[in-house]
Each structure stands twice: as structure tokens, then as C-alpha cells.
């Protein structure tokens, strides 16, 4: 039996206003997902139903709206989870960024949704050491949720959770506590990356261009007006000959020519405007 009394109601109310926010969808099937989250933060505020914390969501006392939006998006990822897209930046578009860049030696990388930290980190092992001295690299990492960006940004991990880095990564990148429950990130990767709090649905402040965008595992909680609002974002971002990678589970239409499929979900941006 339920702590709380949760009613299709409660569940379309904290739906469209999570939708209203960030664009994500949540189908009935994420129904115990949000009691179970949202059960959560109406312990932490003291109150007793769904109705009131709703309330004082709409009225966002003490900011409460986005410790809402914050318990409902979800973050799971890895140290070079999905490894074929790092395989490909290193063999294929840092070479190429190399050649294409020689002039302006400006590289410049996006992290769409990068949660704790784990793929832009992932990301700085793969380039650091590969631009000779003089360019100008760097990396911005974003993602909706406050907490997670803490976290990425002090970039301490647990024993568990680095599974993903080989012995030798670990050494070269990794600062090793003295009880050896926990790693934490080297200043030389810290140093290029820059997090930032964005809502993927408001105005974007960057103007780009980047050589390249990783949006992966984010475009699932999207409807298709949405995505392709995205997709045309990051188009117009991308440097021309740029790439997007996106999650194993997504996928971009046929429709979208002016992007080309690379395969594993990799894309270049297109020749043809």
C-alpha cells in the first residue's frame, strides 16, 4: 500500500509540468517512477500529499521547482560508455579537426546532458595531449540537473563507478584516495572543461561553432517536434564537416538531410545547406 495517495490526475499534473519545462515525456509507464521520486521530496518538504507539494512546485517556495526537476530527470552513465564513439574521435576526427583547424588551431567540444561528469571527463582522455602546444581546446559540458553538475564539477568518483578506465587511464588521469574507496579527476582534465547549468528547451547562450556534439541517452525523453528542434539546433552550431553522436537507443529520420549516417549512431553534418 501507498505512503501517499497518487491519482492519474497527480501523475498528468507533474507530467505536464515537466514537459512545460524541459520537453520531457513521461508515459504512463514512468507512473511508479514518479511516485517513487516525487514520494521522496514530499517526505523532505514535510508535507502529507501529492496535491500539496504540486502547490508548492507551482508557487516554487524555496525553490522547490527545481529540486522537482531534479529528482525526475534520470542519470545514468559511464566512463566511455558506448567506446566506439571515443574509438572514432580518435581515430578519425582528431586527425581531422588537425588538418581542417591548422589555421585557427580552435577546437571546441560540447557535452549535451553530461551529467556527472563521466562523458565529458571521458572525452578530455581521449583529446588531452593530442593538439600540439598553442590550440586553443576546450570543452563545455551542460546538463538540467543542479546536483549532478555539483558533482561533475568536483569530479570525485567512487572505487565502482570508474569500471569503464583501464589500469593505465586510471594512473595517468586519476588521483587515488588514501583509503582507496575513491578517485578523483587530475586538474590538467578539470582544466578543460567548463560546466554549465542549460535547459536544453531555452535559448542556448553559445554561438559555437563546435567540431563536435555528444547528445547521447537524452533524446529519448523527447516527442519528434522536440528532437527535431535539436537537431536543427546543433546543425546550425556544428562547424561545417562537424559531428553529433547520439545514444545507442536513438535515432535521427531519414528526413534529416543535412545530416550524413556515419553508422552506431555517429552523423556529420552535410555539404548542402
Not at 524555496?62 to 529540486?67: A, K, L, T, V
Not at 526537476?69 to 559511464?78: D, E, K, Q, R, W
Not at 588538418?99 to 588551431?105: P, T
Not at 568536483?154 to 582507496?180: H, M, P
Amino acid at each position: 500500500m501507498r505512503e501517499f495517495t497518487f491519482t492519474d490526475e497527480d501523475f498528468d499534473g507533474l507530467s505536464k509540468r515537466v514537459y512545460k519545462a524541459c520537453g520531457i515525456v513521461l508515459g504512463p509507464h514512468k507512473k511508479e517512477m514518479v511516485y517513487s521520486r516525487i514520494a521522496r521530496r514530499i517526505r523532505a518538504c514535510d508535507l502529507t500529499s501529492f496535491k500539496q507539494y504540486i502547490e508548492l512546485v507551482d508557487n516554487n517556495n524555496g525553490g522547490e521547482f527545481s529540486n522537482f526537476i531534479n529528482a525526475i530527470t534520470t542519470n545514468l552513465t559511464s566512463f566511455f560508455r558506448e567506446k566506439h564513439h571515443f574509438d572514432y574521435l580518435s581515430t578519425v576526427i582528431i586527425p581531422a579537426i588537425l588538418e581542417r583547424n591548422s589555421a585557427s588551431k580552435r577546437v571546441r567540444i560540447w557535452s549535451a546532458g553530461c551529467s556527472t561528469g563521466e562523458e565529458p571527463y571521458s572525452i578530455a582522455m581521449t583529446i588531452l595531449g593530442r593538439f600540439p602546444s598553442g590550440w586553443d581546446v576546450k570543452i563545455l559540458a551542460t546538463d538540467l540537473d543542479s546536483n549532478v553538475l555539483s558533482k561533475a564539477q568536483a569530479g570525485v568518483y567512487s572505487a565502482r563507478s570508474i569500471t569503464g578506465v583501464d589500469g593505465s587511464e586510471l594512473k595517468k588521469w586519476f588521483l587515488k584516495s588514501s583509503d582507496g574507496e575513491s578517485y578523483k579527476i587530475k586538474p590538467a582534465l578539470q582544466e578543460l572543461i567548463s560546466f554549465k547549468r542549460l535547459n536544453l528547451l531555452e535559448s542556448w547562450p553559445m554561438k559555437g561553432p563546435f567540431d563536435l556534439i555528444f547528445c547521447r541517452n537524452v533524446l529519448i525523453y523527447f516527442d519528434k517536434e522536440t528532437k527535431d528542434q535539436l537537431f536543427a539546433g546543433y546543425h546550425q552550431l556544428l562547424a561545417p564537416k562537424g559531428h553529433l553522436f547520439i545514444g545507442h537507443s536513438e535515432t535521427m529520420g531519414k528526413e534529416h538531410i543535412e545530416f550524413i549516417n556515419l553508422g552506431k549512431t555517429m552523423y556529420q553534418k552535410a555539404d548542402h545547406e
